[in-house]
Every structure is written in structure tokens, then in C-alpha cells.
T-cell receptor, first 114, second 115 residues
Framework: DVKVTQSSRYLVKRTGEKVFLECVQD?????MFWYRQDPGLGLRLIYF???????EKGDIPEGYSVSREKKERFSLILESASTNQTSMYLC?????????????FGNGTRLTVT | AQSVTQLGSHVSVSEGALVLLRCNYS??????LFWYVQYPNQGLQLLLK??????LVKGINGFEAEFKKSETSFHLTKPSAHMSDAAEYFC?????????????FGDGTTLTVKP
């Protein structure tokens, strides 16, 4: 079974802090994704990566960056946290044949920025 | 760009009743469609997927969905609801233009099951 592990379930940070959200998958998947989930808005894609050191912007990349130095790890970085980045963040990975393969999700990190 | 629309942000049914969660898609090419379920305080997990094989797709926990091209729909059904089905459900479409196959999600439907 694929396991996607997000390092923190809950985080509380102050406005202006630099925040790192970590995600590790154990199935050698090429593709990894960061989504944020807000009530009534579903999941919105922030960034994704299709290989080590390769990344592409999703639909809402502003205020975020990512790092993928190793295949199994995909980090989301909030350069200067703001209150409107308070949200649930979900990491996912996908292997196999790309678009026909399902996403495998971590349990999420609930970030509060005060 | 591909998109999905889930009709009804909240659906409430009685235990034993039919569950119907609606999803319509927009795509210029034959779509790859998925239904995911999210239980409280958990990530999403796959219920079922359509990838251009059979139009009636069976998933886990007794759920199934039918792909109807003429209606651009992929509605999720279950004949008899259980209390354990209470969760949030997401319909998603997968982008065929990139190798990563990034997915676009609907806004979600919260299913409540009344005893």
C-alpha cells in the first residue's frame, strides 16, 4: 500500500514566518502534488512536480514555493506566511501511467497563521 | 481546460436509502474521471475511476458510477446508505496534457446519513 506521510498534522505559525511543510512517499512515484483545501472551494492545486528538481505551478502558486531534491520528498514553502494562508494542506503522489492512475493522499496538515 | 461541477454541497439521506451524488464534467477530450472520499481528519482516498473502459464503474464500499457522455455526467450512487458512508465526496478530472496528469477537483459534497 502506498503511504504518503505529512510531517505535521497541526501547525500554528505567526504572520511573516517562513513555513516548511514536508511530505514523503514510499512508492517511488514520479509525480507529487500540493493542494490546499478550504470549505466550499474543494481542492486547489498549488504546485506539482513530475521528477526530481522539476516543478510546475498549479492554479494558485502565489505566496508559495516548492522543493524536490529527492524523489520521495516534496516540500511546500510559505516564504512569508499570511493569515489568508490558513488552510488544510494536502500532499499527494501519483505513479503508474500518469493521468489514469489515482492520487494517493497524506492525512493533511492544518496550518493556522495568526 | 477541464473542470468538474458537483451539484449540491450537502446531501442528506436516511440509512438504507439510495445515495446519489452528482458530478458533471467539462472536457474537450475523453476524460479520466475519479471519485474520492474524505472521512473526518483524513486525506482523500479513491472510491472509483473511469478511464474509457466500461461506462459503469464499480468501486469500494458498494459505490458505483456511470459515465454518460451525452449528459457529460459521472454521478455516484449507492443503493443503500450506511451510517459509515457519512463523509465528504469529491469528483475529479485528470489532465491528459501533462505527464503528471494533474487533477482538477469539484467543490465537494458532504453526505449526511440519518438513522
Amino acid at each position: 500500500d502506498v503511504k504518503v506521510t505529512q510531517s505535521s498534522r497541526y501547525l500554528v505559525k505567526r504572520t511573516g514566518e517562513k513555513v516548511f511543510l514536508e511530505c514523503v512517499q514510499d512508492m517511488d512515484h514520479e509525480n507529487m502534488f500540493w493542494y490546499r483545501q478550504d470549505p466550499g472551494l474543494g481542492l486547489r492545486l498549488i504546485y506539482f512536480s513530475y521528477d526530481v528538481k522539476m516543478k510546475e505551478k498549479g492554479d494558485i502558486p502565489e505566496g508559495y514555493s516548492v522543493s524536490r531534491e529527492k524523489k520521495e520528498r516534496f516540500s511546500l514553502i510559505l516564504e512569508s506566511a499570511s493569515t489568508n494562508q490558513t488552510s488544510m494542506y494536502l500532499c499527494a503522489s501519483r505513479g503508474g501511467t500518469g493521468p489514469t492512475s489515482p492520487l494517493h493522499f497524506g492525512n493533511g496538515t492544518r496550518l493556522t497563521v495568526t | 481546460a477541464q473542470s468538474v461541477t458537483q451539484l449540491g454541497s450537502h446531501v442528506s439521506v436516511s440509512e438504507g436509502a439510495l445515495v446519489l451524488l452528482r458530478c458533471n464534467y467539462s472536457s474537450s477530450v475523453p476524460p479520466y474521471l475519479f471519485w474520492y472520499v474524505q472521512y473526518p481528519n483524513q486525506g482523500l482516498q479513491l472510491l472509483l475511476k473511469y478511464t474509457s473502459a466500461a461506462t459503469l464503474v464499480k468501486g469500494i464500499n458498494g459505490f458505483e458510477a456511470e459515465f454518460k457522455k451525452s449528459e457529460t455526467s459521472f454521478h455516484l450512487t449507492k443503493p443503500s446508505a450506511h451510517m459509515s458512508d457519512a463523509a465528504e465526496y469529491f469528483c475529479a478530472v485528470s489532465d491528459q496534457d501533462t505527464n503528471a496528469g494533474k487533477s482538477t477537483f469539484g467543490d465537494g459534497t458532504t453526505l449526511t446519513v440519518k438513522p
